[in-house]
Nanobody, 126 residues
């Protein structure tokens, strides 16, 4: 079993920045494409960003493109999400996910992930 632990969530004002991190256990981190998803009450969990196994390809939802940046450090078993120009509508619980089959773009449509983190709350005030 691979454990995914998110961190970095918190309260930030609109227009501000926040950096989320996801730490993975084990020695097989580079075998997984990694993604970030978010969910608010009453809404289905939505795709935010993804990165392929090597880190050479990324994919973003239209709502965050140009504002968020996903990156990974396979030597440290971590994936990060740099969030800039935050908006109140970005408020959500953010989840880290891993998938051994998907490409970065594929992460945006595949729901069956190998592993999910427990989430970290991001609140953007207006």
């Amino acid at each position: 079993q691979v454990q995914l632990v998110e961190s970095g969530g918190g309260l930030v004002q609109a227009g501000g920045s926040l950096r989320l991190s996801c730490a993975a256990s084990g020695r097989t981190f580079s075998r997984y494409a990694m993604g970030w998803f978010r969910q608010t009450p009453g809404k289905e969990r939505e795709f935010v960003a993804a990165i392929n196994k090597s880190g050479g390809s990324t994919y973003y939802s239209d709502s965050v493109k140009g504002r968020f940046t996903i990156s990974r450090d396979n030597a440290k078993n971590t994936v990060s999400l740099q969030m800039n120009s935050l908006k109140p509508e970005d408020t959500a619980v953010y989840y880290c996910a891993a998938n051994s089959w998907a490409t970065a773009a594929g992460m945006s449509v595949i729901r069956d992930m190998d592993y999910w983190g427990k989430g970290t709350l991001v609140t953007v005030s207006s």
